[in-house]
């Protein structure tokens, strides 16, 4: 088990090596992947320069809203079936290869609840990029090929009811009443904090947030 300040400096001496390094960071909805990202990247643009580390969320490949009431799973929003699996999987393989002046990768807006095409680029001297998600230790296809892409993987842990909280919060900041935002994280949230909490035990390396 490893805190966040030794991961983060971890992290920087990965920035340090010759070529381009992945780092998947995985974990439950709440469980803080985005947070360590984002304290990550600024870490290691402290210590190498600006724009040595770049920020690839999964949430990115989110379906569309449009796309996800077509499928009948908008009410479920999050589960593993709601994202673009086989897109994700390309753009980490682009990123791996880092044989491109710039890949153009997409983020994911919570104020309009959308995906948004072409926001982050990453250009070819990036030479950390992290990339956090849900699923990126799935033992479902196209997703185990995330483990043989992944440079490390890093699986975030918190204590439930911090998690459950984060959340909520999160839930009620984008538009839910207090009672619906619970109901949210504890059920819908809740059937896949479940399915990636079986997944983490595969990563290599534990932070506890």
């Keep these: 088990m490893t ?7 971890h992290a920087v001496t990965l920035a340090a090596a010759s070529g381009r390094v992945v780092l998947g960071i995985v974990g ?17 643009d402290a210590a190498h320069g600006p724009g040595t580390a770049v920020q690839v969320p999964m949430d990115g490949f989110h379906l569309a809203n449009a796309a996800l009431d077509a499928l009948g799973r908008h009410d479920r929003k999050g589960a593993i079936d709601t994202f673009d699996a086989h897109g994700y999987v ?7 290869a880092a044989d491109e002046d710039v890949v153009w990768a997409p983020d994911f807006d919570r104020r309009v609840d959308e995906p948004v095409a072409g926001s982050i680029a990453v250009p070819r001297a990036t030479r950390l990029v992290v990339t956090e998600g849900n699923y990126l230790l799935d033992d479902q296809a196209p997703w185990t090929a995330l483990r043989t892409l992944l440079t490390e993987t890093w699986a975030v ?53």
Excluded: F, M, Q
């Design 3 to 9: 805190n966040p300040d030794a991961a983060v400096a």
């Design 28 to 44: 439950a909805p709440g469980a803080g992947k985005s947070t360590l990202a984002r304290r990550v990247v600024s870490a290691v």
């Design 90 to 96: 390309a753009l980490v393989r682009r990123l791996v």
């Design 157 to 209: 842990v918190v204590d439930d009811d911090v998690r459950v909280d984060r959340l909520v919060g999160r839930h009620v900041r984008h538009g839910r009443d207090r009672a619906a935002a619970r109901a949210w994280a504890l059920e819908v949230d809740g059937v896949n904090a479940a399915r990636v909490a079986a997944t983490l035990p595969r990563a290599s390396r534990t932070v506890r947030t």
